[in-house]
């Protein structure tokens, strides 16, 4: 039995991890360019992508160069899964406005999602730069330092240590993150260390109770602890939150086994 491996932050959460901005430092922005944008956002929160697409579309003919209205679209994109598609919109909203720190890290989610981890980190370090406290990037920037080290060749003791510690920074400015929890947890289970892993999961499954991941993570671990009857009831969880979870049944059968 293995744990699920961590996933980019909009395959495990949608758009709630791609982050929404704050203004990008622009003055004498049109209102009627300001009021559609609110309106996008509050579309897209809704995921109502064609009203959110049409919103920020409106915003754009009033100020065709509102940094904040092209993320925007890219989020309404990315949200359709078209990747392309969001990074031409993420790269000109950052074009016209270089310190827009959500650009950036909306960039680099999606260039993680495609598979390039290197330009990924590029963009998450350059939005931590100008927020520290951004904690999908942080989050991002942690993965992206995660899948390197899964590369061939790759100093893996290195890459992991420094996504532990932005990991650990991402629980310093939201200590309620149950993706920072599952994710260290998740290190810790590779490392063997699975009384840790088994802690971090249950604390990523009280915070996301809905969570297969962190559910099956908490299998898995407290398997390897010998604690047999408790993951079976965690992969029962899992499975009865997310009947198609493959990873929860068959990780429940060897659960079963354990407890003879």
């Not at 758009?15 to 509050?42: F, I, N």
């Not at 409106?58 to 925007?72: C, I, M, R, S, V």
């Not at 109770?209 to 009857?229: D, K, N, T, W, Y």
């Amino acid at each position: 039995m293995s744990p699920s491996r961590p996933q980019s932050a909009h395959a495990a959460l949608a758009v709630l991890l791609l982050t929404l901005p704050a203004c990008a430092g622009r003055s004498a922005v049109h209102p009627r360019a300001a009021e559609q944008v609110r309106r996008g956002y509050a579309h897209l929160e809704a995921r109502e992508l064609e009203r959110a697409e049409v919103a920020f579309e409106h915003a754009l003919a009033f100020d065709p160069d509102f940094p904040e209205a092209l993320n925007g679209l890219g989020l309404v994109a990315r949200t359709r899964e078209d990747l392309a598609g969001a990074r031409r919109r993420f790269e000109r909203a950052l074009r016209l406005a270089p310190a827009f720190a959500e650009g950036h890290a909306n960039l680099g989610e999606a260039l993680l999602s495609a598979g390039h981890a290197r330009d990924a980190e590029a963009e998450l370090r350059a939005a931590l730069r100008i927020d520290p406290d951004l904690g999908a990037a942080r989050q991002n920037l942690a993965r992206a330092l995660l899948l390197r080290g899964a590369e061939p060749g790759a100093d893996r003791a290195g890459l992991w240590a420094q996504a532990r510690r932005e990991y650990l920074h991402l629980l310093e400015a939201a200590p309620a993150s149950p993706a920072a929890h599952h994710d260290l947890a998740y290190m810790d289970y590779v490392e063997g260390r699975y009384a840790r892993a088994e802690a971090g999961y249950r604390r990523a499954a009280e915070l996301a109770p809905s969570s297969p991941e962190a559910l099956h993570g908490l299998c898995v671990s407290l398997a390897r602890l010998g604690r047999c009857g408790e993951a079976v009831a965690a992969c029962e969880r899992c499975l009865s939150i997310a009947p198609g979870a493959d990873a929860c049944r068959v990780s429940l059968r060897g659960a079963r086994a354990c407890g003879g």
